[in-house]
């Protein structure tokens, strides 16, 4: 077999993988064995952190939603209320644009609010105080 | 509120200032100021679009959409009508929805068979609103269109789908670029004769005794 020299084939190939970990603390963007290794750890988190993202977010604008309905004095309302009236009432809007709602136009989501829990609704199964 | 304020410096700014500067900020949607390019006066089919995209709820992040801040000075374009201050409305693209407002721009997933500056008619409208009343959609509101216009089909940043078992001598990476599109809306119109609730029933309904209600 003829001699061959490895050359800086291992440096070309942990050159972009140090790139990669450029910004990371310590050890971690210096040393090329911890190099190697943070970067799998660090796209396998954003693997699974995409789909966490999803129900972190859920939980957000639910939060979000509860608090801004609880504490308002106009409308005497909690999400579970609020949301039972939206699906009873066959309105459309997911949890998202009513946080957004909730922080950015909160008179909108009172009048949201007020309509759907106030005015009667045709479909309701029983009746009574909410 | 931040939109009622943006409102109210377009209404007082629009007499006085002629140019509107528009920098090319690139962040994220749906809130972005990015306004009012020339009007686009290819006059292509109207497309009308019912989302048939699979179900994918992936979140717009909202974090930097409450970040924002928002005080750029915003200047009506002198050939556009000018809307109800506060004038917003919630439609639904690709099975996800969005809060629009006329003038901004939204990137949403990819319309097949829409090609750039092509006109687009929305009819899923769930919610429009104005600063001092809404029009609640159950589901939708009835004759409620939001016209857009096809600007970009671009894609989104590639994202690095990693698969790895440790131990077992597995790993697996792809790299992923979602093709995307990017609206300009131009206006949200018909929603003017669907029943409208405003800030009065909530105040009327404060005054009135809580057991008058159903």
Redesign the interface.
Known sequence: MTRIKRGYIARKRRKKIRLFTSSFRGAHSRLTRTITQQK?KA??S??RD?DR??RD??G??ISRINAVIRENP???CIYSNLIYNIYT??????R??V???A??????L???A???I???NPRRRY?G?V | ????TVSTLSATFGTHCAISHNPKSQFSQPFNLNRFPSPSHSHSSNLTFSPRLPLS????S?ES??AQTQTQTLSPDPQSPNWEP?L?A?V?IGSR?Y?VHPGRWIVVQRLKGANVNDKIALHKV??V?TDT??Y?????VTNAVVYATVEEQGLDPK??????KKKKHY?R?IGHRQPNTRLRINSIMGYENYPK???D??NL??TQS?DS??
């Open positions: 799998i796209l396998v954003a693997h995409r993202k999803k977010f859920r957000l604008w106009k409308v005497y009432r066959q309105l459309l809007l997911n998202k644009i946080a957004q709602i922080i950015l136009k909160e008179n909108c009172f009048m949201i007020n309509h759907i106030k005015t009667k009746f105080k | 509120m931040a939109t009622a709820p992936l979140p717009k909202t959409a409450l506060g917003f919630v639904m929805q809060i769930l919610l609103g009343s809404c609640i959609g159950q589901p939708i994202v690095i789908v990693f698969k790895y790993r990476t609730v405003t800030m029933d909530l309904d404060d809580e209600q159903s």
